[in-house]
């Protein structure tokens, strides 16, 4: 018994499994990293959506929309490999010597901009930012219309300016409707952070089917057959528990953000 | 320009074959996915405590975690129940088929979102009616049946209609999770592989976004005429309104 | 655009290494044993890995290796995301049309056929039958020519991917290259089996490159004749492979 105990213990606390552990810190990276981008373009959404000027309200219209008909994993492959090929585009204007090669990429050696893992995840944060953001900024907007007018007409009353009124009491009161709608968003980009590994980040799904498929090579460590379901039931359970927490975590920063205000604890 | 145009029409013609496997994946399981969903809704709210904590567990976890690691999973647990179950029983050829084994999976996913849809709606039925259809002397099915469901259905129309497209999006994963069998390509995976020919992104994805979006907005307009449908006796109901998020 | 010049200098003055003449990235799939793998320890090991190790200590390069999955492996060095491939990648004419190649450092060798040890597949002559092969790779083509008709074909993302659904017998049989299917079949514990029968695809085993790079290519091959010439890429063959029978490249 100790034996087998013993087994596992080493097994699992091998140079393989470490590395498999340290990988998580890229799910990590990119499900924070794309929050806080996805709050950004939710921010900067919701204000085109909600502005004044036809054009721009336009394009808050169709980034908000997007999303509703495009999976989120085409934009997930398609952001970062074109974002690549428009910064070598661009590269290759002053690099190149005219009339590079047809049908390769890049045009040129010089134009080349390598991607490792770093700035793979650094452009996959900024692609579930992209879609995650619509999500966030439709949430965002409906919950600045969910503000009572009577409570920005009382500030303006007040003689608030029109920014007091914004930063004072719009965006303030305005949390509270986006929150339950913001923690649906950020539950689902947390999911989304499992894509990594289609953006040749060697993650801890890539990782889980590694170190789950059978193995009967003597110098690649112990022999054994399939378990990778095993691995993928700890990675599901890993989710699970992150979106319990999220929950809970959402669930008290709503108390706390509507703590004296009666009529949100009805939201 | 020409020749932009030739790309692009060989493109919609590459890709119009891959949608099939998409349309495909999604028909096969929305109907068992919404079955599944008014069983797992109706066990949600059963008396029997074990049935309530169960159907409310398997909810929790299929939403809770990535559709993608879920197709992961279930495929090597299918394969690893192959020797001892599918084969004696002679379906194993069925069994771990993409054909067969992706909706299934889609469907067991979609489960459980629609259920989460329709448990939130059934808590929204006006409880006055069911009140009166039981001071009417209706038995509890007969109550279900016209009182409650017509609700329920008309409630969860337009998070459904959401949850369906958000399904056909999930098709896109089937394939980079699967063993390939012939050679199938459904839309996604086909346009991964004709970039990696030519580097061309802005062409290929654009085709394929242009089939998902041409997809989803069809799936809007016949949900949106059902849901005209299901409102037809309430004057002035307000037209569908779509919900962004996935329920 | 001359704001967006400068955005894109300042992207990849931030995001990419000081090019430095003397380093280059190595990409291998590190999931075909016994070529490349990572071992218990978490490290890449394998044949690809200690002969390019060997070829950069003669040539002076500086050598990182990147983990990348296999179906992309080409694409991701045309895309510079690399500058060689060494992933026991068989040298044929399909693949040179895309990059370049080095010399062998491996030999040409048949690829094979495995099965369960229960199994009455004759591979010979396969009629009816579930054929798995990793997505690809030369057995991919060849089965996708030879033995479309008649069979089923699987492709697997990894090569152990493919062994996993024989194990579990979803396929009846995986076409791959002997040097895996001996290395698996040795170390089943009996589970596995393979035949006589073989077939003959594809070139030795070389590294790929961009077509541009033909500098790097000169240098590594330099270096590589070098190594065959006095004996060490036989010794790392024997290494890895106790069942080939070399000397290959010292007469």
């Known amino acids: 018994m100790t034996e087998t105990f013993e087994f596992w213990v080493s097994y699992l606390t091998n140079g393989r499994h470490l590395n498999w552990y340290a990988s998580f810190q890229y799910t990590v990276i990119a499900a924070l990293l794309g929050g806080a981008f996805a709050l950004l373009f939710g921010i900067g959404g919701a204000a085109l959506r909600n502005s004044s000027l036809p054009p721009l309200k336009l394009l ?11 999976p989120d994993v085409l934009f997930f492959i398609f952001f970062p490999l074109a974002f690549e090929q428009l910064v070598e585009l661009v590269i290759a204007q002053s690099a190149c010597p005219a009339g590079g090669g047809a049908g390769v990429w890049p045009p040129c050696p010089e134009a080349n901009w390598f991607l490792g893992t770093g700035e793979y995840l650094l452009l996959a944060s900024v692609s579930l930012g992209i879609v995650y953001g619509a999500f966030t900024a439709n949430v965002i907007s409906g919950a600045l219309n ?4 009577g409570q920005l007409e009382a500030a303006r009353a007040f003689g608030m300016t029109n920014w007091q009124v914004l930063s004072r009491v719009h965006i303030r009161q305005m949390w509270v409707y986006a929150l339950p709608g913001l923690s649906n968003c950020w539950l689902l980009l947390i999911k989304a952070t499992s894509l990594l ?15 789950g498929a059978p193995n009967f090579s003597r110098t690649a460590g112990v022999i054994h057959g399939d378990w990778r379901w095993g691995y993928y039931l700890a990675l599901l359970l890993f989710y699970i528990l992150v979106t319990y927490l999220s929950e809970k975590a959402f669930a008290a920063i709503t108390r706390w953000a509507s703590r004296g205000m009666p009529m949100a604890e009805r939201v | 320009m020409t020749g932009l145009l030739e790309a692009i029409l060989v493109d ?3 890709l119009g074959r891959a949608t099939v496997f998409n349309l495909y994946f999604a028909f096969a399981s929305i109907p068992v996915g919404f079955g599944l969903a008014v069983l797992v809704m ?9 049935v309530a904590n169960l159907c409310g567990g398997y909810i929790y976890a299929f939403r809770g975690s990535p559709f993608f690691i879920q197709l992961f999973m279930l495929y090597s647990l299918a394969l690893a129940l192959n020797l001892s179950v599918w084969k004696p029983l002679g379906i194993d050829w069925l069994v771990l088929n993409p054909l067969f084994l992706g909706p299934l999976i889609l469907a067991l996913n979609t489960t459980a979102y629609t259920a989460e849809i329709l448990h939130g709606a059934l808590r929204a039925v006006p409880k006055g009616e069911v009140e009166a259809a039981k001071a009417f002397g209706m038995g509890r099915s007969e109550r279900f049946r016209r009182i409650i469901w017509p609700h329920v259905i008309r409630l969860a129309w337009p998070a459904y209609t959401n949850e369906v497209v958000f399904l056909f999006h999930a098709t896109a994963l089937v394939y980079f999770t699967l063993p390939v069998i012939d050679g199938q390509r459904d839309l996604m995976s086909q346009a991964n592989d004709l970039f990696q020919r030519d580097y061309n992104s802005v062409l290929h994805f654009s085709v394929a976004a ?8 069809a799936v809007f307009f016949v949900f949106g005429l059902v849901y005209r449908h299901l409102m037809r006796h309430m004057p002035g109901a307000r037209p569908l309104k779509f919900s962004l998020t996935r329920a | 655009m001359k704001k967006l010049i400068a955005v894109a200098a300042i992207a990849v003055a931030l995001f990419s290494t000081a090019a430095n003449a003397q380093a280059i990235r190595i990409g291998t799939e590190g999931a075909y044993e016994p070529w490349n793998y990572v071992n218990a320890d978490g490290n890449l090991a394998g044949l690809d890995i200690d002969v390019m190790n060997e070829l950069c200590k003669r040539t002076g390069l500086e050598c990182t290796f990147v983990q990348t999955a296999w179906d992309t492996i080409i694409p991701n060095l045309n895309a510079g995301n690399y500058d060689v491939i060494a992933a026991g990648m068989s040298i044929t004419d399909e693949r040179k049309e895309a990059i370049n190649f080095t010399a062998d450092y491996s030999p040409p060798e048949a690829s094979g056929f495995m099965m369960l040890e229960s199994a009455t597949v004759d ?5 009816g039958v579930k054929i798995g092969t990793q997505t690809g790779t030369i057995q991919d083509a060849y089965a996708t020519e030879n033995f479309a008709t008649g069979n089923t074909l699987l492709t697997f993302d990894t090569a152990s991917n493919a062994l996993a659904d024989l194990m579990a017998g979803n396929i009846d049989v995986i076409l791959a290259d002997s040097s895996y299917i001996d290395e698996a079949v040795a170390n089943s514990g009996g589970a596995l089996k393979t035949s006589d029968v073989t077939v003959a695809i594809g070139g030795g085993v070389g590294a790929g490159l961009r077509k541009a790079d033909t500098e790097l290519l000169a240098k590594l091959d330099e270096a ?14 024997a290494k890895h492979f106790p069942t080939r029978k070399g000397p290959f490249y010292v007469n």
């Open chain 3, 224 to 237: 590589l004749a070098a190594a065959k010439a006095d004996g060490t890429i036989d010794a790392l063959i």
């Open chain 2, 42 to 50: 109706l066990g949600r709210n059963s008396n029997n405590r074990l």
């Open chain 3, 123 to 127: 591979p010979a002559n396969l009629t």
């Open chain 1, 60 to 70: 808050g219209t169709i980034y908000i929309n997007m999303v509703r008909g495009v």
């Open chain 1, 146 to 149: 969910s503000v009572p007018r």
């Open chain 1, 197 to 211: 590994s289609l953006l040749q980040i060697t993650d801890i799904v890539r990782g889980a089917n590694l170190l």
């Open chain 2, 12 to 14: 919609v013609a590459i």
């Open chain 2, 210 to 217: 242009a089939y998902f979006l041409a997809v989803s907005l």
